[in-house]
């Protein structure tokens, strides 16, 4: 990308956009950054605050099913590069309203995908499409193997085959009009900024107060964890090394077993509160599991490895830390979210 050019983030006060917008707007001072969000439960510009006054960055919101607001965002901004993070995000939501997945995550990566095509039909040279998905379209593994590049899509939740949608309109606007586009797979991320409906915030948030581990099921599915920053990189990475029309898979190398990890969750957790370990598993209620719960992810990061020289740069063990460190060092992030004070940045901030 050149000097000055325009860039849209869609999604970016979200868990993964707020840390691929920090990164791209402080060590990009030369691009023009615009995140675009809707701000749905999802989306805190808490997040954002110490890069909201940056000369290099906006924030727009907006939100991707609205057509026209879309068409007349890329007529005025002419976006060169988009990196498309908004969605439904949250398996379990998806299980109750599946239709609210299919409008963003299909239909709102499409009104991206037309607006864009239709600036640069002309002309594609130097642009690019990136499509942020997950490694949840290629279904569950069995106890053995690993997803590549040449997995099946094979997704069982109604947010998978959303994402799985979107990842084929990509690659189909690619093939049928030579719109130039990246997509990447990532497994399961973890790290500050996670909203407490997810996996590790939502147990780090209920042993602060105490409160039952809902751990679903037998608790032996496995998922393979990415500390968020390290994701932020390789998006960086892929936007500006990845090749035209490839997918990469984007993975930690690192899997647990759901109460494995849960009970490594407990222990740090009774150390930083100073709490007699043990006192945080006995917290752990098994629950009703999850419909068409997958049992297990794990990502062959090989291609990204060996084709851009991408690894994780943290282990699981200080990413862990890091993030009970960041979630106990910011607890009125933590009340807000959950009181739902978040909701009022915007206003305060913006009007
Ligand atoms: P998130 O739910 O934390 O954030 C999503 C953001 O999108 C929010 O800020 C929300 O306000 C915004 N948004 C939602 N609907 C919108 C709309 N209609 N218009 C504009 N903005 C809208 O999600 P996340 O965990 O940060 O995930 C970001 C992306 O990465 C998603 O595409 C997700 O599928 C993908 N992904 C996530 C993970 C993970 O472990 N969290 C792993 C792999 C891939
Ligand atoms: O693999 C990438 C995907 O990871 C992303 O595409 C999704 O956006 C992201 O939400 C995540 O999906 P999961 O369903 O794997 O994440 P979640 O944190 O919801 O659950 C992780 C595991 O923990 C899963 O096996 C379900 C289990 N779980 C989850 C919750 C919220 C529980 O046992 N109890 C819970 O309360």
Known sequence: MKDNAPILITGGAGFIGCHVVKHFVNKFPDY???NLDALTYAGNLENLSEIENHPNYQFIKGDINDVDFIDELFNTHRFEGVIHLAAESHVDRSITDPLAFVRTNV???LNLLNAFKRIWDDDFSNKLFYHISTDEVYGTLGKTGLFTEQTSYKPNSPYSASKASSDHFVRAYGETYNMPF??????NNYGPNQFPEKLIPLFINNIIHKKPLPVYGDGNYTRDWLYV????????LIFHEGKDGETYNIGGLNE?????LVKLLCQQMDDKLGRERGESEKLI????????HDLR?????????????WKPSVTFEQGLKLTIDWYLGNREWLDHVTSGDYQNYYQKQYS
Request: aromatic share 6%.
């Open 297 to 309: 992810y794990a990502i062959d990061a090989s291609k990204i490895n060996k084709e851009l020289g």
């Open 182 to 187: 990246v997509i990447s797979n990532c497994s």
């Open 32 to 34: 023009n950054i615009i």
């Open 229 to 236: 920053i390290d994701h932020a990189g390789a998006i960086d």
């Open 285 to 292: 209620t098994f629950v009703k599991d999850r419909p068409g």
């Open 256 to 260: 647990w077993k759901n109460i494995d």
């Open 107 to 109: 239909l709102g990566t």
